[in-house]
């Protein structure tokens, strides 16, 4: 299959790939170029080998050149991402207009501090459709499945989250908003103020019991 | 502010030679890596709300 090359390249961690599989959903990657670095590649392969063999999924199978840089093996260190989160990262950082797809809060996170553009699963299955590859009630029922079919684990209240906001869509069109579900507030929360300078998160993190 | 591992990052540097201000710009760092750290420790759900909402947003009404 000839390839579009003016399509979005998409750097792909290994959750995306397994979780779109098992949610028979990864052909909705295959108006990107999906590029998957080696240790990723690895990663499926042991894990979901199917994932990696749909032919309307065309995947480039990555392989970093160079050494990583020292930043982000700080920052991915920091954050104790894996080999293949690192490779995707390192990736990313040669075609900085591309899409990184993760579903690990920690890839997400350095990915955004980094300035990159990162979405997961979910906005995979609900990007479907806007572009017309499937209808809301088809993507519902896959939001729905996700406990029983897939691996991707999200908490019970957040995975409420996108159904309904799905909902919400199909009842109130493209201009509806989307719904408010307060999460209650985390028991351990130990840090004192968080806030955003110069696009970087940054937080003052206080000492337990000090001032 | 925390300061976090500056002690192993001082030995670096005087074995290594680095000069005063690379390691107060790489003690910025790492404490600014530390302190993410902290912050995804402390605020992972709801961290994991707020990028489900960008993937809802992203994937009804985003642009490529």
């Known amino acids: ?211 | 502010m925390v300061y976090v591992d500056t002690s192993v990052l001082l030995a670096f540097t005087l074995t290594k030679g680095m000069e005063p201000a690379r390691f107060q710009a790489a003690s910025r760092l790492f404490n600014l890596f530390e302190a993410l750290r902290r912050f995804l420790d402390v605020h992972r759900p709801e961290l994991l709300e707020r990028f489900i909402r960008e993937d809802v947003e992203w994937g009804l009404h985003g642009e490529e």
């Open chain 1, 1 to 211: 299959m000839e390839k579009n090359k003016t399509a979005t390249i998409a750097v792909c961690d290994a959750g995306p790939l397994i979780h779109l599989d098992e949610l028979d959903s990864l052909d909705l990657l295959a108006d990107f170029q999906v590029w998957i670095p080696d240790a990723v590649w690895k990663e499926v392969q042991h894990h979901r080998p199917t994932a990696l063999q749909r032919p309307r999924v065309p995947c480039e199978h990555r392989v970093v050149s160079g050494p990583i840089a020292p930043t982000l093996l700080a920052l991915s260190r920091a954050l104790a991402l894996d080999a293949g989160e690192i490779e995707a990262l390192a990736i990313m950082a040669s075609v900085p207009q591309a899409l990184f797809l993760t579903d690990d809060a920690a890839a997400r996170l350095a990915a955004e501090q980094l300035g990159y553009r990162v979405h997961g699963s979910i906005g995979i299955l609900l990007r479907a459709i806007r572009r017309g590859q499937l209808t809301a009630t088809e993507v519902l029922a896959r939001l729905q499945a996700i406990p029983q079919r897939s691996s991707l684990h999200i908490a019970f209240t957040i995975s409420l989250f996108a159904p309904l906001a799905l909902v919400a869509f199909q009842r109130d069109g493209p201009g509806g908003g989307c719904p408010q579900l307060r999460l209650p507030p985390h028991p351990a929360t130990r840090v004192g103020k968080a806030h955003r300078l110069r696009g970087s998160l940054l937080c003052r993190v206080t000492h337990p019991g000090g001032a």
